[in-house]
């Protein structure tokens, strides 16, 4: 069975509590208890997701989409949609930079994460989390 849900939110910085309190619940209306591990690396993800868009998504954009995906198997497909059109890429940073790591969580955190193209409306990052065996 396939369980998805998404929604909109403020590009404002409080919308990442948001996000993350939205996909928590519902992959616990989905049957992820508090412990486990994909629910904590989804919510994880989205912040990190939701927070580029905040950060970096274009100035005039007044919201973004979230979607979370909960598949049969157990994991979950996040994405995070705004209408930005420059792909977010990793960054070399040193360790004085405050900022500039949060694709490198996504990418040790996500099973696999990438960006998808919506034409003139924008990008869509996604992250695939999968469940421990």
Avoid: Q
């Amino acid at each position: 069975m396939l369980r998805r849900d998404s929604f909109r939110l403020p590009r404002h910085p409080a919308s990442v509590g948001l996000a993350r309190h939205r996909v928590r619940d519902h992959l616990a209306d989905w049957g992820h208890g508090p412990d486990d591990p994909a629910l904590h690396d989804a919510v994880l993800l989205v912040s990190e997701l939701a927070t580029n868009v905040v950060r970096h998504g274009p100035l005039l954009e007044r919201e973004f989409e979230v979607a979370v995906t909960a598949l049969s198997d157990g994991s979950c497909l996040i994405e995070v949609s705004d209408e930005g059109r420059t792909e977010p890429r990793l960054r070399l940073v040193t360790e004085w930079d405050e900022t500039g790591r949060g694709l490198r969580l996504v990418e040790h955190v996500a099973a696999a994460w990438g960006v998808w193209s919506r034409g003139r409306h924008g990008k869509t990052v996604w992250a695939l989390v999968l469940t421990e065996a």
